[in-house]
């Protein structure tokens, strides 16, 4: 397996620009997870999903974000329209429900001027 | 907002020398995890530790978990360059899928 996939790697993008990233969890985990990275707030978990269905939603920073998993091998997370503020790694990473062990892609890099 | 705490927040040690971080929590946990993080890469998990469990061993490394103080603690022995990384616990609570991630301590291995 090729592990968690995520696209575009790099993403630079001007403000009030819309934003979708990508992710391709492990086949098999029913588990998919958004989060992002910053120097000073850290790893912050933004939503998650089980088979598909959104289960907690309450890291969404605001309404300028969304996220959709129509199915079990793509996700994304959109924001509409971007702020510089929202400049971090954004990581997907997907697990079985049995361990709760996770497994990360390799983050998209998202800077907003 | 982060339940875990790890101390300290940045190491660095001589190859071939242990490393301990800490870490400790607030609320009750169902698991404690570790992960491992190297400069712009996504998180591996290293090893997971249930609450029931007071220590866990894999490969170099060693885990051990005190409920009753709310804290884990996580040794790399006999380091190598390779280790060289930030290291993260995450805890989940009873019920509760999402994982709760600390700050992280950065670990430098000098050769």
């Known amino acids: 397996d090729a592990g968690v996939i995520q696209s575009p790697r790099h993403e630079v993008t001007e403000m009030g620009q819309e934003v979708t990233l990508r992710c391709k969890p492990i086949?098999?985990?029913?588990?998919l997870f958004w989060y992002r990275q910053t120097m000073m707030r850290g790893l912050e978990l933004l939503i998650y999903f089980n088979n598909n269905v959104p289960i907690d939603d309450s890291g969404m920073p605001e309404d300028r974000f969304s996220a959709k998993m129509p199915n079990a091998s793509f996700s994304t997370l959109k924001i509409q329209p971007s702020e510089p503020r929202d400049s971090a790694v954004y990581f997907c990473a997907s697990s079985f429900p049995d361990t709760n062990e996770q497994f990360f892609g390799p983050g998209t890099r998202l800077t907003v001027l | 907002s982060q339940q875990g705490e790890e101390d300290p927040q940045a190491l660095s040690i001589q190859e071939g020398e242990n490393a301990t971080m800490n870490c400790s929590y607030k609320?009750?946990?169902?698991?404690l995890q570790w992960y491992r993080q190297n400069s712009g890469r996504g998180l591996v998990h290293l090893i997971l530790i249930r609450s029931n469990e007071r220590e866990k061993h894999s490969g170099r490394l060693r885990v051990t978990l005190d409920t009753s103080k709310k804290s884990s603690s996580l040794l790399i022995t006999a380091s190598r360059a390779a280790d060289t990384a930030s290291y993260f616990c995450?805890?989940?609570?009873?019920?509760?899928?999402?994982?709760?991630f600390g700050a992280g301590t950065t670990v430098t291995v000098r050769a």
């Open positions: 995450a805890t989940d609570a009873p019920n509760d899928y999402k994982l709760s």
């Open positions: 609320t009750s946990i169902n698991n």
């Open positions: 086949s098999g985990h029913d588990y």
